[in-house]
């Protein structure tokens, strides 16, 4: 197959070597002019993927709507909060009736949409049967360095999810497909933000009780507001829940948990952000999930004392504190 991947961050080029490793012609769009040169002639992604071969069968163009003309598939892989404008520019140009893959992760702070309703928002509603997205615990190094991964392929369109579930599958990156669009969305999104104080907790030294306790209530956070969204508790359980957020949470290539981490160590926010090339979704994930649960009347304490710490500079120990002194609860209360 002709695929266009939008997006040459770790994850996008990943995914392009994936696909070009599967035998498809890949296209991948960047915005650097220097990285589009460097992929083309070097083979590599040295800013953003260093240290591994690029295929032949993977080329670079610095033009986006090259990248999508023509294509039998396109994936998207921008950073969450550049999803709206990047699609805006190529929504009248995407060949009717090819699969498009989001594999973005986060919510938009404007809107507090998921990036599948963002890409309902943008695209014509003929685009809209052709939807799908990518997420689970995969970690771009690893997808690079061909370890084993298991994702999950969410759309409302089963034969769709099928599709892309064959296209994407080698005998090292097995994909699972399911129909629960927000489950898996939230998963994504929410797992980066608990990663956030998943780092910090560490980074403190409070131990693994606590490290434990806070992945699974940050687990019931997720699933709490999954379920006011309509999704599926399951799903949480599953590879774009449980999995991603584990990963997540524990991995030390999440920039994520790096985040928190520095932050546990008393670096300020803008130290942190000043020192990375990458983005950390969790950022502005944070800001989104507060919101959107006071919009949605979802508790979701973890997440709240996340934002409070990245936004409104609230100490990270009296944060932790904070949590430790709330009222008395059932585990599952609010879950369902």
Known sequence: MKIGVIGAGSWGTALAKLLAENGHEVEIWAYEPELVKEINEKHENTLYLPGFRLPDNLSATGDLHTCVRGKELILSVPPSHVVRRVISEIKDEIPVGVPIVSASKGIENETLMLVSDIMEDVLPIHCHPYLCYLSGPSFAKEVAAQKPTAVTVASYNHKLAEHVQRVFSSELFRCYTSSDVPGVEIGGALKN????????????????????????????????????????????????????????????????????????????????????????????????????????????????????????????????????????????????
């Open 193 to 336: 933000v608990i990663a956030i104080a998943s780092g910090a907790i560490t980074a403190m030294d409070l131990g693994h009780n606590a490290s434990s306790g806070m992945i699974t209530r940050g687990l019931n956070e997720m699933t709490r507001l999954a379920v006011r969204l309509g999704a599926n508790p399951l799903t949480l359980s599953g590879l774009a829940g449980m999995g991603d957020l584990v990963l997540t949470c524990t991995g030390g290539l999440s920039r994520n948990r790096t985040l928190g981490y520095k932050l546990g160590q008393g670096m300020t926010i803008k130290e942190i952000l000043d020192d990375m090339n990458m983005v950390a979704e969790g950022v502005k994930t944070s800001e989104s999930v507060y919101h959107l649960a006071k919009k949605m009347n979802v508790e979701m304490p973890i997440c709240e004392q996340v934002y409070l710490v990245i936004h409104e500079g609230k100490d990270v120990r009296e944060a932790v504190t904070d949590l430790s002194r709330r009222d008395l609860k059932r585990e599952l209360a609010g879950l369902y």
